[in-house]
T-cell receptor
Framework: NAGVMQNPRHLVRRRGQEARLRCSPMKGHSHVYWYRQLPEEGLKFMVYLQKENIIDESGMPKERFSAEFPKEGPSILRIQQVVRGDSAAYFC??????????FGNGTRLTVT | GQQLNQSPQSMFIQEGEDVSMNCTSSSIFNTWLWYKQDPGEGPVLLIALYKAGELTSNGRLTAQFGITRKDSFLNISASIPSDVGIYFCAGQGGSARQLTFGSGTQLTVLP
């Protein structure tokens, strides 16, 4: 059973560009969570989604950030008009229930 | 929001020694989880605790869910070089489904 798959592993964007991060949950998992990690810090919750629904986006910045988990395909975290402060590791977690358990290896976003 | 205090921030120990780290919270959690993160990788779940007072082992690792539901500890016995990494506690509580993470304990095992 494949784990949580995230791609790309590394993403470099210039200021003002868009970043799209993808997450394919483990097979059979319909709950997806996105977290952000700055260097030498713990993970910070951003958003929780189930198929086609955003359940909790209380940790996501109100502007420029959006997330979706369509009926078919991976979950997408989208950051528009990236700024240097968006540079971080973004992790996705999935679970068969409403408690996140298993994390992917993350996407490391660098904004130049 | 919920906050977790994890200590120590870093530890240097000799191979073969036991090590202990803990997390405390200002609020009650219903679930405590312990993860290990290696450089460039995602957190890997080590132990999950679901009941106050619960003591659970996974090989050389033992973790407990505090009776007050506001703390948890992780013990690693007879440390080996591959134990090196960052250990995070995470808690889930109240109506929030997401996990709140501690700031991590960086473990270094000296030969």
């Amino acid at each position: 059973n494949a784990g949580v798959m995230q791609n790309p592993r590394h993403l470099v964007r210039r200021r003002g560009q868009e970043a799209r991060l993808r997450c394919s949950p483990m097979k059979g998992h319909s709950h997806v969570y996105w977290y952000r990690q700055l260097p030498e810090e713990g993970l910070k919750f951003m958003v929780y989604l189930q198929k086609e629904n955003i359940i909790d986006e209380s940790g996501m910045p109100k502007e420029r950030f959006s997330a979706e988990f369509p009926k078919e395909g991976p979950s997408i975290l989208r950051i528009q008009q990236v700024v240097r402060g968006d540079s971080a590791a973004y992790f996705c977690a999935s679970s068969p229930t409403d408690s996140p358990l298993h994390f992917g290896n993350g996407t490391r976003l660098t904004v130049t | 929001g919920q906050q977790l205090n994890q200590s120590p921030q870093s530890m240097f120990i000799q191979e073969g020694e036991d090590v202990s780290m803990n997390c405390t919270s200002s609020s009650i959690f219903n679930t405590w989880l312990w993860y290990k993160q290696d450089p460039g990788e995602g957190p890997v779940l080590l132990i999950a605790l679901y009941k106050a007072g619960e003591l659970t082992s996974n090989g050389r690792l033992t973790a407990q869910f505090g009776i007050t539901r506001k703390d948890s500890f992780l013990n690693i016995s007879a440390s080996i070089p591959s134990d090196v990494g960052i250990y995070f506690c995470a808690g889930q509580g109240g109506s929030a489904r997401q996990l709140t993470f501690g700031s991590g304990t960086q473990l270094t095992v000296l030969p």
